[in-house]
């Protein structure tokens, strides 16, 4: 399985900070947007045909992970937790845009579904995140990021079109 997309990096707990060459037109606040036939071949490495023959099978959704760091103290040792306050996924409901019977993009009309989830961040008297300490004895937030990504979907791959960081 080969995946480029936020998916993974939901998974492994790292952040992405690229786009895919060219930006589609994307308005996150409403998850709407327009994708060019072209922006998509170029994430996906497709000629026009094979656009037009996969084009009903891609779907797009936005992810957002908001990540909480922590500086945690436990006995005499120092260190750190990274926890993953929230991650959402929300499915996009897609138009496949034509001229004859060829693709020119696809328009984005906002969520149709979606799944989110959430983890206990480091607490005082929870064990500790290091496998040399204990239990947690101080804890303080350090910082936060939360990752946006816009990202089109076939089978088992993903292509971020869209991100931001912030």
């Known amino acids: 399985m080969r995946s480029h997309g936020l998916a993974t990096v939901l998974t492994v707990g790292l952040a992405l ?36 023959t996969r084009a009903a099978k891609v779907t797009f959704s936005h992810t957002t992970l908001i990540e909480d760091r922590y500086a945690v103290r436990c006995g005499t040792l120092k260190t750190k937790a990274t926890h993953y306050r929230q991650t959402m996924r ?9 001229k004859s ?15 989110s989830g959430t983890s206990v961040a480091p607490a005082v008297g929870a064990p500790c995140p290091n496998p040399k300490g204990k239990t947690i004895d101080a804890v303080r937030l350090t910082s936060t990021t939360t990752t946006s990504a816009l990202t089109a979907n076939f089978r088992t791959e993903s292509r971020d079109l869209w991100s931001k960081r912030c």
């Open 17 to 52: 900070a690229s786009t895919a060459a060219g930006s589609p037109t994307y308005h996150p606040a409403t998850m709407t947007g327009f994708v060019t036939a072209g922006e998509l071949r170029t994430a996906f490495g497709w000629t026009e045909a094979k656009l037009r």
């Open 90 to 98: 929300m499915d996009l409901a897609t138009t496949i845009m034509r």
């Open 101 to 115: 019977s060829q693709v020119t993009g696809f328009r984005l009309a906002g969520a149709i579904s979606g799944i």
